[in-house]
């Protein structure tokens, strides 16, 4: 447990009255990749302020390195970037960075190159204020990668990104996590997270509702897999009697299935010969995981 | 302070430049100062002084108001306005300690002022010299000008950052800052006045006015000024109050309240959760 860069422990919080986080337990090993998923409210932002040390814990622990959370130390080894960050629009990228770079200490880091590492060397001396959107989102990833942190925290990394330099972005968590930067990426946008986390931990109203692989949530979900029949001619209407699905369109019939049982509806399939023409099959998806989890309807 | 803090001091100078703050202020000192000057020149030959006493005269009166203003422009949004961006809550989650990150902004904000002060006033007074003659002592009175109005400038400074840290929002910061700013170089003194005229000369008048005057730091900047040089009393014609008070009141007062100021701005700093 006290082994891992990350490790929280039973944390909670309190705005007000208000209960934010309620015994939240995660560890996020060196070199791991963990997509922290929710809604917008949830609380995936303020559990990364808390590992900050930006505001007081209510109760509970964390430990960052092994160290208490805003403690220089802690400090020194945590990357984050914030949700839709932005910077003084009269500095200059290059300007920015230095000063981020100064106050890291030690490890200088060469600015123009990890500038040119997030796509951004065109820009290097131009003021901030002409930047668009995903360029700030791109500087705010730049100083992540500043001197080897052991833990990096990224809310919402991908908002205001286009759908390439989400790509950028990934490569970039992949290097962090093999240079043995513990990962913790927020976010409530499912489709980019699925393939490249190697945990998920979904949070809801502030409790931890799920931690685990995507297949091993999968599987405990019990979601059911959808098949897709195309009928031949017009067998779709007997398709659907037979089978006990739903014909959809003109020649297709829609069938749910559970995972034990999937392999015994292809076979009865299967057997039904010429009248099918084919068959498609999609698995649970994240999307569907995430509304099982996260919206509560657990029974 | 710390190696830190003059990476932020840095950073903050490369703004004030490229948004043309520096530039700014100090056009608005040199030419209020020289408009002062030059408008204060007449009676010269009657007093019997030098023009550069009579342009340090008026340009006491004027920074009185100017500094304050000049000092607060510059720090109202510098909690406030970073938190706004969010950018506060990346800058705190670097090693570096909120004490360190207000006096890297306070380096750069008072070095700013300095230059502005120094032009403007040091323009003013070459000017004066120039044209109507000065004194050493005189010389001496336009060095103590520039250097208690850095001074003056240094706590308006440091209110702005407490302002700026307590305030919900660079806007409302501003608001503050405007009130603080009435308070500090209007009200308090009218307040004062009213209360001189109740008394009618009692004993608040003798023992008390002169402390509670002094306590504030732009009336302190006016004593020391006034107190410490015969011919700007003579010429601005107030004395009177500052003759109550022993000399080192009015420098204790504007040199202990940029370091009152830092600690009270400091630990409204503290309070600031990005
Ligand atoms: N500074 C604050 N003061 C009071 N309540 C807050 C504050 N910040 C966040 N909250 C509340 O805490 C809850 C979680 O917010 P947040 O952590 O930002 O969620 P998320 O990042 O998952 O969208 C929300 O109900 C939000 O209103
Ligand atoms: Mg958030």
């Not at chain 1, 968590?173 to 931990?201: C, K, W, Y």
Request: glycine share 10%; with cysteine.
């Amino acid at each position: 447990m006290m082994d891992s860069a990350l490790c929280i422990r039973n944390v909670s919080k309190f705005r007000g009255k208000a209960k934010v986080l309620s015994d939240v337990n995660l560890t996020v090993k060196a070199g791991e990749r963990v997509a922290l998923l929710g809604h917008n409210g949830a609380g995936k932002s303020t559990l990364i302020k808390l590992i900050l040390g930006l505001t007081g814990i209510s109760s509970g622990k964390i430990l960052i390195d092994g160290a208490k959370p805003g403690s220089a130390s802690a400090r020194q080894s945590t990357a984050f970037l914030p949700e839709a960050v932005s910077f003084h629009p009269a500095l200059t990228g290059r300007e920015q960075l230095k000063l981020f770079a100064r106050l890291s200490g030690g490890a200088k880091g060469d600015v123009p190159a990890l500038l040119d590492r997030v796509g951004l060397s065109d820009a290097l001396d131009r003021r901030i204020g002409t930047y668009s959107k995903g360029m700030r989102q791109r500087l705010g990833l730049a100083q992540v990668l500043l001197g080897n942190p052991k833990v990096a925290l990224l809310d919402e990394p991908t908002s205001g990104l286009d759908p390439i330099s989400r790509q950028d972005l990934y490569a970039i968590i992949d290097e962090l996590a093999a240079q043995g930067t513990a990962v913790l990426i927020a976010s409530h946008a499912l489709t980019e997270v699925e393939a490249r986390t190697d945990r998920i931990a979904i949070l809801r109203k502030g409790e931890k509702v799920a931690d685990d692989t995507l297949a091993a949530l999968s599987a405990s979900a019990g979601l059911p897999t959808k098949l897709r029949i195309r009928a031949n001619a017009d067998h779709a209407d007997e398709i659907a009697r037979t089978t006990g699905g739903t014909r959809i369109n003109g020649a297709s019939v829609e069938l749910l299935c559970a995972p034990d049982q999937k392999m015994h509806e292809l076979r009865r399939i299967a057997a039904m010969g010429d009248t099918v023409s084919d068959v498609e099959m999609t698995p649970p998806r994240l999307e569907d995981l995430y509304r099982y989890f996260a919206k509560g309807d657990v029974s | 302070m710390t190696f830190r803090s003059f990476a932020i001091a840095q950073a903050e100078m490369h703004i004030l430049r490229r948004n043309r703050w520096l530039f700014m202020a100090t056009l608005i000192m040199v030419l209020f100062a020289l408009a002062l000057t030059f408008a204060g020149s007449a009676p010269t030959g009657t007093l019997g002084v030098d023009m550069l006493t009579i342009s340090v005269a008026s340009m006491t009166t004027l920074s009185v108001y100017l500094a304050p203003l000049l000092a607060l422009m510059m720090s109202f949004d510098s909690i406030s306005g970073e938190n706004d961006r969010g950018s506060l809550a990346l800058l705190l989650s670097y090693p570096a300690g909120r004490g360190e990150i207000l006096f890297g902004k306070f380096m750069a904000h008072l070095a700013a002022l300095s230059f502005a002060m120094v032009v403007g006033f040091g323009t003013a007074g070459a000017l004066a010299a120039y044209y109507g003659g000065a004194g050493s002592e005189s010389l001496i009175a336009l060095g103590r000008l520039i250097a208690t109005s850095v001074l003056l400038g240094a706590v308006f400074l440091v209110l702005g950052y407490m302002v700026s840290s307590l305030a919900g929002s660079a806007t409302a910061a501003a608001g503050a800052s405007a009130a603080l700013w009435l308070v500090f170089v209007v009200l308090y003194d009218l307040g004062l006045l009213g209360a001189v005229v109740i008394d009618k000369g009692g004993a608040f008048t003798q023992n008390i006015f002169p402390w509670v005057m002094v306590a504030n730091p732009a009336d302190a900047f006016r004593v020391w000024n006034i107190a410490a040089s015969d011919t700007v009393a003579l010429t601005s014609g107030m004395t009177g109050a500052a003759s109550a008070l022993p000399v080192w009141a009015a420098p204790a007062s504007l040199l202990l309240w940029p370091v009152l100021g830092f600690v009270m701005a400091r630990a409204a700093f503290q309070r600031v959760e990005p």
